[in-house]
């Protein structure tokens, strides 16, 4: 998990509008270069690979709550790797499965719509809440429901608005109409089920 999700100063340096760093990056001396691949990286995708290999192997846990909690997380990581994937590049092709190096059909299929990531993401988040454990025994695992239900609606709100603003057509997937009160509303029920738990 460490090597999927950003620490607290990548979080701080990134997503903050008050961050003040301690030396001058490379926007700010002018020295900015063009990134020839940034996540679409071997090393990237195999992250993904990863998540893929724990849901085709999770079934040879013959503990049915602890094969649900740790399917949980990884809903969750697989959620987060594509919602990264979606704020870097948009459209990007979408596998819930373990690509072989001779199958060429995938490897080479094309990018997935913005909207069908999206609502895969969205989707992974819901059954990362549903599996997760509200809380963890001590020196657990620390990602559980509410924390899928915050991801989700900050993704939800980042798509909502980022479809609103930049005028993206709704997209219809599997009877769902995806347009941006579609995800703002994801984004304020899950929001509402953090604030109703008391616990944050």
């Not at 950003?6 to 340096?13: R, T, V």
């Not at 002018?30 to 990863?50: E, I, Y």
């Not at 915050?150 to 997937?173: C, M, Q, V």
Request: net charge negative.
């Amino acid at each position: 998990m460490d090597n999927i999700l950003p620490g607290a100063d990548d979080m701080a340096s990134i997503k903050g509008d008050d961050y003040i760093g301690k030396t001058l990056d490379a926007i700010q001396k002018g020295t900015r270069t063009t990134a020839t691949n940034g996540l679409w990286t071997q090393s990237n995708w195999g992250k993904l690979r990863h998540i893929n290999q724990f849901f085709e192997n999770c079934h040879k846990c013959e503990d049915d709550a602890i094969r649900a909690k740790y399917m949980g997380i990884e809903y969750f990581l697989r959620a987060w790797f594509y919602y990264e994937m979606l704020c870097y590049y948009g459209d990007v092709p979408f596998y819930d499965y373990v690509l072989s190096s001779d199958d060429q059909s995938s490897l080479m299929k094309a990018r997935d719509s913005r909207g069908f990531i999206a609502w895969k993401i969205i989707s992974d988040l819901d059954n990362a809440a549903a599996a997760l454990p509200e809380t963890w025994p001590e020196g657990g695992a620390k990602v559980n429901k509410y924390a899928a239900l915050a991801l989700k609606s900050r993704i939800a709100l980042f798509e909502g608005t980022f479809r609103k603003y930049h005028n993206i057509p709704d997209e219809t997937i599997e009877g769902v109409t995806l347009s941006p009160e579609w995800f703002l509303n994801q984004a304020a029920d899950a929001s509402l089920k953090v604030m109703k738990s008391n616990q944050y």
